[in-house]
C-alpha cells in the first residue's frame, strides 16, 4: 500500500539523523486508495476518554477499495468549519491508508448547517469550544469519559475481553468505576 525512499548512504544518514519519531533519512509515500462521492445525512457526536466530543459522519453508503462505508470520523468541529461541512453535502470520501474512511472534501454544499451540541451528548453537562475542539464540562463525572478511561486501561494493560459492552455494563451496574476496580472485580460479577 505503499513505499519508503530511503538514502543509501550511510554518511548521509548520519548527517540527516532522527527525531525521537522516525529517521529523517527515509520518508513514507502511501498510494491514493478509491474515492467516492456521498451524502452527509447526520453528525453523531461521541464523548473520548479525554472529555473531547468528537462528530462523525453518518454518510449515505459508498464502496471504497472493496469495503461499503456509511461512517467516518471528523476528527473535531474545527474541521467541519474547515471543510465547509452541511447537511445534505455532496462529500468525497477515500480510506485513508487503504483502511481509515475519511472526508477528504466537500463536492457541493449542503444545505443544513452542523449544530455543535450545546451539551454533552453522555451526561448533558454544558459543552465547551477550546481552539477547535469541544470538550464536557464535567469529565469527572461523566459517564462516556470515565468508560472511556476504563477502556484505555483495559487495553493498555492487556486485559482482554473488556470490549465496550461490557465495561457499559460493569460500569453501570457499579462494578467498575475506577481502574482499581479491575483487581476487585469478580467473574461472579461479570457473570
Not at 454533552?120 to 465547551?128: F, I, L, R, V
Amino acid at each position: 500500500d505503499g513505499v519508503v525512499f530511503k538514502t543509501n548512504r550511510n554518511d548521509e544518514q548520519d548527517r540527516l539523523g532522527s527525531t525521537a519519531h522516525h529517521p529523517r533519512f527515509a520518508l513514507a509515500y502511501k498510494f491514493q486508495g478509491d474515492s467516492g462521492t456521498s451524502v452527509l445525512r447526520a453528525v453523531e457526536w461521541s464523548v473520548a476518554r479525554t472529555g473531547a466530543i468528537t462528530p462523525v459522519a453518518v454518510v449515505d453508503p459508498v464502496s471504497l477499495s472493496g469495503v461499503t462505508v456509511t461512517r467516518a470520523s471528523l476528527h473535531h468541529p474545527g474541521f467541519i468549519t474547515k471543510l465547509g461541512l452541511s447537511l445534505g453535502a455532496e462529500v468525497v470520501m477515500m480510506r485513508r491508508g487503504g483502511v481509515i474512511p475519511n472526508v477528504e472534501f466537500v463536492s457541493k454544499a449542503g444545505d443544513t448547517p452542523v449544530v455543535l451540541p450545546p451539551a454533552c451528548p453522555e451526561c448533558g453537562a454544558p459543552t465547551e469550544m477550546r481552539d477547535d475542539f469541544l470538550f464536557c464540562t464535567a469529565p469527572k463525572t461523566c459517564r462516556g469519559v470515565q468508560i472511556g478511561m476504563l477502556g484505555h486501561f483495559a487495553a493498555s494493560a492487556d486485559m482482554l475481553g473488556f470490549g465496550d459492552t461490557i465495561l457499559e455494563q460493569a460500569f453501570d451496574a457499579g462494578f467498575l468505576r475506577s481502574v482499581k476496580d479491575f483487581y476487585t472485580l469478580k467473574a461472579s460479577d461479570l457473570a
